[in-house]
C-alpha cells in the first residue's frame, strides 16, 4: 500500500490481480489496473506508480514476462 500527493491510496494484495485506489475523502475504492496476474507490491514515486507481478513462484499461472515491474504514468 501507498499513497499519492493527493492522500490515495493504492492498495494490492499478495492473492490479489487487481491494483486498487483507495480516495480517503469520499471513501470510494476502485479498480485501476488488471490483467497482469498476481500483484505483489505497488510504490508511488512523485508522478509515477509502479507495481511488481508475481506469478513466477510455482502458484498462478507463469509465463515468460513474470516477475516484472510495471511502471504507470497514467492512473
Known amino acids: 500500500m501507498d ?4 492522500g490515495d491510496l ?3 494484495g499478495l492473492r490479489g490481480t487487481q491494483l486498487m ?3 480517503v475523502e469520499t471513501e ?3 479498480v ?3 490483467g497482469e496476474g498476481r500483484l505483489r ?3 508511488v514515486e512523485q508522478e ?3 507495481i511488481v507481478t508475481n506469478n513466477g513462484d510455482g502458484r498462478g499461472n ?7 515491474l510495471i511502471e504507470l504514468t497514467d492512473y
Open 10 to 12: 493504492f492498495v494490492t
Open 62 to 68: 507463469p509465463s515468460d514476462n513474470d516477475d516484472r
Open 48 to 50: 509515477r506508480l509502479y
Open 3 to 6: 499513497a499519492d500527493a493527493n
Open 21 to 23: 485506489r483507495f480516495n
Open 32 to 34: 485501476i489496473y488488471s
Open 28 to 30: 470510494e475504492m476502485n
Open 41 to 43: 507490491d505497488v510504490w
